[in-house]
């Protein structure tokens, strides 16, 4: 008995959708293409894309000088797969899912894509930090808030007893409720993980007023400066920003950090 096996057309919605999912999970470079209107044909795209002005050599140049990317294969991967949004024609929307994400769960950081589509479009480059910082203060207001009321101090705390680390902890969230402001204000600006802090700060049930002016002040401030440097020296500011930035960050946060304990002092 001959038994007729069934197959899908050639192009199907399902087979469309199997095909995009099967990228994404490998973390394939998107496509950069573009769309020609007379012949309703998509071609590969080896030019700048005219919307962002990021190109094929673009990403391949920071693939190449990221000091993280270029060590750990499979960070690379995925750094080259979040970059490859600069080149389409979907970069606003990409940009606003990676600060966002990174500010939740994302290892990879939102200043990668943002100094890309800078370069790309310098006249941009306050709109995208714009975009950039909104959209990370979102995400880490919701990792806060996750953090209070799904998680809670208690069950933290609880989890900390049974690995007897309950004094430990009490401390810990004792000089987060002393400090927090600061405390976010250096994981926003720093390369210390936003994310993490934002979860601590939900844990720990600060004010969630004080959590969003700490972001609000000091995660535009790193975004806004690394789109202000990317503005006035274009590609000569990149080596400096992969290299000096995030030490320069953390010096500034000292410094500020510093001048605020010195005025405390001399009040005190």
Partial sequence: MHVQRFALPADTPIRRLSRAATAC??????AATHHDEESDHVTDNHEPNPETGVSDAMIEEEMRTHPVARVFGPVRR????????????HAGWAMAALAWSEAVFFPVPADVLLMTLCLGRPKRSFWWATVCSFWSIVGAMMAMLAGTYLVGQER?????EAVHLGPEAGRALS????????????AAFTPIPYKV??????FAEMHWATFLAASV??????????????YVFGPAAKRFIDRYFNLATILAMLLVIGVVVLVKFARG
């Fill in 25 to 30: 999970f490998r973390l394939r470079r998107p």
């Fill in 78 to 89: 995925l750094y080259e797969w979040v970059l490859g949004w600069a080149e389409t024609r």
């Fill in 156 to 160: 933290v705390m609880a989890a900390m």
């Fill in 175 to 186: 000089l987060f409720h002393d400090y927090g402001f600061w405390a976010v204000g250096a």
């Fill in 197 to 202: 802090f934002a979860w601590l700060a939900g």
């Fill in 217 to 230: 002040i000091f995660r535009s401030l790193r975004f806004y400066s690394v789109a202000a440097v990317m």
